[in-house]
């Protein structure tokens, strides 16, 4: 909801020379009432019109918050909790590496914190269209990026594919840049991201290829971007999903330790470009050869710690809803408990700091 700054700041505030806790409470209940029936506001809490000093809160938060005065019983503690509502609708306070206000960090309860993440579905909002095989969910990248990154600032994702990153970029008002070695998929990429609103005249580069040979200081350098404060990368896993013939594409890679070597590149081809203190997640999952779990996840994660990277977190995320048959999906089912494996159903997602 949007508040009439000024207004709810001036009578929170003079409720703190209130000396009757029962007057206290009035106004608080008051205000909560005209909260919950909008349109026969008469104080005008939410009346936006006057003067245009607005702030947004979820309505959520701030019953919330509300209730907390409410339920107090001293009037000590009852003024400590008005003076941090004032402060959380007066004050930001941020961190250096995102823009969540920390005097209401209440209000981010859709901000994932733990390290399991479960999502039912892809998100549906904005121009991803989930048609790209390979891709990931919007959910990862929108999550990565509001813990990581300021409006403003430049996110780099060396394996673009359909631009999920950089679609959810321009949405958050960050700037992007991608890489992507297929001709084809960069410049579909590039179709889907202009589709996107441009709410925040946020800009977006796409360079056509190969990450783990390229130049990324000069090629930033050539579109005037100094550095980057955020990078991702959900390279191919192995040869998982064959993304095209060509040589340089690291589905292709002929050993496992082949395709380790060349992300170890990647890496080393973006470390520069990266600003010291800020983050960098990687997106990968497992896979059987041979009957084998190949812990794939746990190499890759190695050979970015071996750059002097420092590990902040595994993170493990469920598969999306597969879209095979009933009748496979039974038949995998049987094959597991008849082999004695499990069914894949979860990937990592590891996130690093440059120190
Ligand atoms: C797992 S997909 C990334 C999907 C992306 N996150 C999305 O949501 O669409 C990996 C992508 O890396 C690309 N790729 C493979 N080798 C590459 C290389 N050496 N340089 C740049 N891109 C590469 C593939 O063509 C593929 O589009």
Request: no cysteine; aromatic share 12%; proline share 2%.
């Amino acid at each position: 909801m949007t508040l009439n700054k000024t207004k709810i700041i001036h009578t929170l505030s003079k409720l703190l020379d209130q000396q009757n806790l029962n007057r206290i409470r009035d106004t608080v209940k008051d205000f909560k009432t005209n909260a919950a029936k909008l349109p026969s506001d008469k104080k005008g809490f939410f009346n936006i019109g006057s003067n245009g000093n607005t702030i947004k809160v979820s309505s959520k938060y701030l019953m919330g918050e509300l209730d907390q005065i409410l339920d107090t019983k001293t009037i000590e503690r009852t003024k400590y909790y008005i003076r941090r509502l004032v402060r959380a609708l007066s004050e930001s306070k941020t961190s250096k590496i995102n823009d969540l206000n920390l005097h209401r960090w209440k209000e981010y309860g859709d901000i994932f914190t733990d390290s399991l993440w479960v999502l039912d579905k892809r998100g549906t909002s904005g121009a991803h269209s989930g048609g790209y095989w390979g891709n990931f969910i919007p959910q990862i990248p929108n999550q990565l990026l509001r813990r990581y990154t300021k409006k403003d600032e430049w996110v780099l994702d060396a394996f673009l594919g359909s631009g999920t990153t950089l679609i959810e970029s321009k949405r958050l008002g960050r700037n992007g840049v991608g890489v992507e070695l297929l001709r084809k998929v960069a410049h579909s990429a590039a179709k889907a991201i202009e589709q996107e609103d441009d709410l925040f005249s946020a800009r977006t580069e796409i360079i056509v290829g190969d990450s783990s040979s390229l130049d990324f200081k000069s090629e930033l350098k050539q579109r005037n971007i100094k550095s980057v404060q955020f990078l991702i990368m959900h390279p191919p896993y192995w040869d998982i999903i064959k993304f095209s013939k060509d040589k340089k594409d690291l589905s292709n890679a002929k050993t496992m330790n082949e395709f380790l070597n060349l992300f170890g590149k990647v890496v080393d081809a973006t470390y520069p470009v990266l600003d010291k203190g800020r983050y960098f997640a990687v997106v990968i999952g497992d896979k059987y050869s041979g009957g084998n779990w190949i812990p794939l996840g746990f190499y890759t994660m190695q050979e970015v710690l071996k750059r002097g990277y420092s590990l902040k977190s595994i993170i493990i995320k469920n598969f999306d809803e597969t879209k095979g048959k009933r009748n496979q999906k039974e038949l995998w089912r049987y094959r597991a408990l008849v082999g004695g494996f499990y069914i894949f159903k979860h990937e990592y997602i590891f996130l690093f700091k440059k120190e």
